[in-house]
């Protein structure tokens, strides 16, 4: 039974392009993220959404909009695609309502390539 | 604002070897340290964590105690094996009670047999 799942995989497509990245949790929390892991594995958050509401958006370029259409449920959509967006996208989640002090659970990973 | 600093890699070890991964945080308050591993190909697992001061977390003979006076979470295993080879990240919680975790910028260990 996977915790939280990421579907693609792997994407690859053209600059311009947009995509859609899904994420499933059902782990029961009430908090989920992005993270995005470059190609020097650095990762920073992007995003983080508690209960459906938006509580983290970091410096993020406005061409990614992430959704929530229910607390298990986060999806990531990225307009207009550029080569700088080529990187490893990590959904998360954790279980504290805002947050806390424990940890969190991650995806598989979508390797994103922008062509 | 919070950040954390891992020791830079890659680190190469021979099986059975001792490894430290050395890692500081600067942060105000408390907060909670994690260990979280990626093997090649795959996602981050949680391998260990601490929440105050003077604990220490363990996990598959990894361990790693929380240092306030140092603001250290240094990583150690006595007798490492091939199947440790991965990327080790260190990570603290954000302190604005969102959950967001602040990463180390990972260091590599390869064991080679």
């Known amino acids: 039974d996977t915790a939280v799942s990421q579907t693609p995989k792997y994407l690859v497509t053209q600059m311009g392009n947009d995509k859609s990245i899904k994420c499933e949790q059902n782990?029961?929390?009430?908090?989920m993220y992005w993270y995005k892991q470059d190609s020097k594995k650095f990762l920073k958050i992007m995003f983080s959404?508690?209960?459906?509401?938006?509580?983290i958006n970091e410096t993020v370029p406005n061409r990614f909009s992430p959704k929530s259409p229910d607390k298990a449920h986060l999806n990531l959509h990225i307009n207009s695609l550029e080569l700088g967006d080529s990187a490893v996208y990590f959904c998360?989640?954790?279980?504290?309502?805002?947050?806390?002090?424990?940890?969190?659970?991650f995806g598989q990973g979508t390797r994103l390539t922008v062509v | 604002g919070d950040s954390v600093t891992q020791m830079e890699g890659p680190v190469t070890l021979s099986e059975e070897a001792f490894l430290t991964i050395n890692c500081t945080y600067t942060a105000t308050g408390y907060p909670s340290l994690f260990w979280y591993v990626q093997y090649p190909g795959e996602g981050l697992q949680l391998l260990l964590k601490?929440?105050?001061?003077?604990d220490k977390g363990s996990n598959k003979g990894f361990e790693a105690t929380y240092r306030k006076e140092t603001t250290s979470f240094h990583l150690e295993k006595g007798s490492v094996q091939v199947s440790d080879s991965a990327v080790y990240f260190c990570?603290?919680?954000?302190?604005?009670?969102?959950?967001?975790?602040?990463f180390g910028q990972g260091t590599t260990l390869q064991v080679k047999p």
């Open positions: 959404y508690n209960n459906k509401e938006l509580i």
């Open positions: 990570a603290l919680s954000d302190q604005g009670n969102t959950g967001k975790l602040i």
């Open positions: 782990l029961g929390h009430d908090t």
């Open positions: 601490a929440t105050k001061a003077d």
């Open positions: 998360a989640s954790s279980p504290h309502t805002r947050g806390g002090r424990t940890e969190a659970f």
